[in-house]
Nanobody
Framework: QVQLVESGGGLVQAGGSLRLSCAAS????????MGWYRQAPGKQRELVAT???????NYADSVKGRFTISRDNAKNTVYLQMNSLKPEDTAVYYC??????????WGQGTQVTVSS
């Protein structure tokens, strides 16, 4: 069983920055893609950003130019650097890992709250 452990969430003022981390319990090269999703109260979970095993990235339009996803293969960790945060970025952020056999794993989530 794969464990994904997120950290780095918290409370920040609008315009501020946070960096989320997702540590995997096994080599992240074993995953086809890893990514971050978020879910705000009363809304569906939505994709924020993904990164493939080859390093290709994909972002939701709402975060392009503000968020950056990256990976450290030696530490089996994926990061989400979030800059210029807005109140509408407030949500629980979940780490996701998608294997080459289309099996998905999820972390427990970390709360990000952006105050205006």
């Amino acid at each position: 069983q794969v464990q994904l452990v997120e950290s780095g969430g918290g409370l920040v003022q609008a315009g501020g920055s946070l960096r989320l981390s997702c540590a995997a319990s096994r080599n992240i090269f074993s995953f086809n893609t890893m990514g971050w999703y978020r879910q705000a109260p009363g809304k569906q979970r939505e994709l924020v950003a993904t990164i493939s095993s080859g390093g290709s990235t994909n972002y939701a339009d709402s975060v392009k130019g503000r968020f950056t996803i990256s990976r450290d293969n030696a530490k089996n960790t994926v990061y989400l650097q979030m800059n210029s945060l807005k109140p509408e970025d407030t949500a629980v952020y979940y780490c996701n890992a998608d294997t080459f056999l289309a099996v998905q794993y999820w972390g427990q989530g970390t709360q990000v709250t952006v105050s205006s």
